[in-house]
């Protein structure tokens, strides 16, 4: 713009001293068309683009501006909004000396976002985008630079901020109703369930067999409950009593998860494989209990055949990924999903035991170290787990 | 071992408030086959009370044996225990940490104030008698406790 100003205001000066070449008059008088067109083009450009684009000095004040940014800001017009000061625009002070620094250090300051106000007071959310422009010896000429309006993706974001942050105080206070609920449970339900027992310890075929079957239904009843309420806390305690996580040798992890199996691998003469294993950053306990459940499941759901489970593990993507495949019962794709919700089972009680929350736990142990887990498995095809962790 | 009680029961105090727990705590006591005599406070105040002596408990015998709940009302199990420890003739008791808590620190506390023993009450009856039943074998049969 300003060179072009300059340019023109030569040529007026020359046209005016009546000094032209006469030579090179029809060739300058092209150029000079070349130099109006050329001019027009840009400023009809300027003038068109829904863009706010504007040209201030170094000390701030503005040299032009086009309609877009005169609308943006509510400015009756052109005129009127160049008299404006950075005062008027900016709300924050702070944010125009931050932009100020970063274009005198940088000489670009790139979507710098900040509020600016409007012709009639309202305040706008704005992205800047701008650069300084030099002369020909190196000397700041003008900063020039385009605004864009983002108020409505900024209150998009800052309800999206407000709703994730209610979401997570709401899924805390879940947390926490859950832990107190099934640990202040726990006491009334163990007067009914050791009174039932005590029923039937003292009168079980003393009464009539009505009698000791109710009473057996009670005390089944009452164990049961027991069960799904110290599953419940399990599960409530991986975030509410996780460790930090530390570098973790999965070896050591897999040994002792294996320890605690040990009684069930031999009923089952079952078969595990190992393929060495990494050190990653984890909670240690969790980490085993992980493999403990996975490995557990695999020797559980087997229909008479002595279990083969294999562990291994491959590194993708910068992510250790963790396999634990078994010869297993299956599951059907279209519970790959459910199997891993809380107390959701695919199976009766009397077909294989359980409350159902190991996959949960599962689920929620991965989570909470940044991690993915899924399930490759067809019916009757035994089952591969797969978790990723970082 | 316990010949030299014969024909004298076995005193018991049970430390705790929970008027169910405590019925169940006297209901295995009475399967038992060792002759003893349970008796049972609500409160830590009443335990030191009955362990003093002191007003209506002028007669109470003393136990051979305490139970002791770790959260009781007025006065809590962590500092009966603590006062227990403290006083020169009645220490030589064995405390028996009888609680739902599985708090780590209140294992630790627990042992800190001299507990004889911490132990975590199950929550199934079969358990529990198991577990009553090992406090027999072990205090009252296998121990040589001081005579009274």
Redesign the interface.
């Given at each position: 713009m300003q060179e072009l100003a300059e340019m023109r205001q030569r040529l007026a000066e020359l046209e005016a001293s009546g000094a032209r070449p006469a030579p090179s008059g029809a060739l300058l008088d092209q150029a000079d068309d070349a130099v109006r067109e050329s001019v027009a083009r840009y400023r009809s450009m300027f003038d068109g683009v829904p863009v706010g684009l504007y040209q201030t000095s170094s000390e701030g004040q503005i040299l032009d501006a086009n309609p877009a940014l005169v609308k943006m800001l509510f400015y009756p017009d052109r005129e009127t909004f160049l008299k404006a000061g950075a005062a008027d625009v900016y709300v924050d002070p702070q944010s125009r000396e931050r932009w100020q620094a970063l274009m005198e250090r940088e000489g670009v300051v790139p979507d710098f976002e900040m509020q600016m106000r409007r012709f009639d007071d309202s305040v706008i959310w704005v992205k800047d985008s701008a650069r300084v422009v030099f002369d020909a010896n190196g000397s700041v000429l003008y900063y020039e630079g385009a605004l864009e309006d983002i108020t409505e993706r900024k209150g998009a974001e800052e309800a999206l901020k407000q709703t994730m942050a209610e979401l997570a105080r709401s899924n805390a206070e879940l947390e926490q109703f859950a832990y107190v609920a099934s640990h202040d449970l726990?006491?009334p339900l163990?007067?009914v369930?050791?009174?039932m027992?005590?029923l039937q310890?003292r009168y079980q075929g003393k009464l009539d067999a009505d009698a000791d079957e109710f009473i057996a239904y009670a005390v089944d009843g009452a164990?049961r409950m027991?069960a799904l309420i110290n599953d419940l806390l399990a599960y409530s305690r991986v975030s509410s009593r996780g460790k930090p996580f530390e570098p973790i040798d999965c070896e050591v992890v897999l040994d002792e998860a294996l320890a605690n199996l040990q009684m069930a691998i031999e009923e089952s003469d079952a078969v595990i494989i190992r393929d060495p294993l990494p050190t990653v950053m984890a909670d240690g306990t969790q980490l085993m209990q992980l493999f403990q459940n996975l490995i557990g499941n695999g020797i559980k759901f087997q229909n008479g055949r002595a279990p083969h489970v294999h562990v291994s593990t491959e590194r993708q993507a910068g992510e250790w990924v963790f396999s634990v495949c078994d010869n297993g019962i299956g599951i059907d794709p279209r519970y790959h999903e459910r199997v891993f919700a809380v107390f959701r089972r695919l199976h009766t009680r009397e077909e294989y035991p359980g409350t159902g929350i190991g996959l949960a736990i599962c689920k929620r142990i991965v989570e909470r170290h940044g991690g993915r887990i899924w399930v490759e498995s067809q019916s009757g095809e035994g089952s591969t787990f797969h978790f990723a962790i970082p | 071992m316990t010949s030299q009680r014969i024909g004298k029961p076995i005193e018991i105090l049970l430390v705790e408030d929970n008027p169910g727990d405590v019925r169940l705590t006297l209901e295995v006591f009475k399967e038992s086959k060792m002759h003893n005599n349970l008796s049972s406070v609500g409160d830590g105040v009443e335990a030191l009370a009955f362990l003093r002596r002191e007003g209506k408990y002028i007669q109470s015998p003393r136990p051979d044996l305490i139970l002791l709940d770790l959260n009781l009302p007025k006065k809590d199990g962590r500092e009966v225990l603590a006062e227990i420890k403290e006083d020169p003739d009645l220490r030589r008791i064995p405390v028996v940490v009888l609680t739902t808590s599985q708090a780590e620190q209140d294992v630790l506390r627990s042992y800190n104030l001299h507990a004889n023993c911490y132990i975590s009450k199950p929550i199934d009856l079969e358990q529990f008698i198991t577990v009553v039943r090992s406090i027999e074998d072990f205090w009252l049969a296998i121990v040589k406790l001081p005579s009274r």
């Open positions: 726990q006491e163990r007067m369930a050791s009174y027992q005590l310890r164990k027991q | -």
